[in-house]
């Protein structure tokens, strides 16, 4: 049997990894972090292997899942980097956020950058309708040091 690692997103922007035979065989996996059901699985990195059972791959497929691993770690930091100017730029209309989006949506509030709070499930229902969200990494709120 071989096994492949599948990385996840939860809505509150915590990337993990699943190991599954195919992605299709489970259930939305909830995130380790803060146990929300994952939203979305991220395109696999490029040439991930599937591990298998002989020592020789068991060796090469570790090797490439380090890699695999350095590369989503610098992923995500190049996420938070973004999101951090997001935070910077933005305009915090707090728990007013979900109204304010479809304001602007309706037209009937100047479109700006915003940010604010939302449950993971007004966020999926936002997305529902055309509206794009993006989940802030919380590391993305705290100042550098
Ligand atoms: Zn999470």
Sequence with gaps: M????????????HV???WLREAADADPPVCPECGTPAERRL????GLKPVEGTTRTEVAGDVTLR????ARRAAKEAYVAVMRRVVEKAEDVGRN???????MERGSEERRLVR?????????ELRADGIDVLPIPDEALKPLN
């Design 67 to 70: 890699r695999a691993a350095e």
């Design 116 to 124: 604010g709070e939302c449950t993971p499930l007004v966020a999926a």
């Design 97 to 103: 956020f979900p109204d304010a989006v479809r304001a």
């Design 2 to 13: 071989s096994l492949k690692i599948f990385d996840y997103c939860c809505s509150n922007g």
């Design 16 to 18: 993990f990894e699943v």
């Design 43 to 46: 395109p696999s990195a490029p």
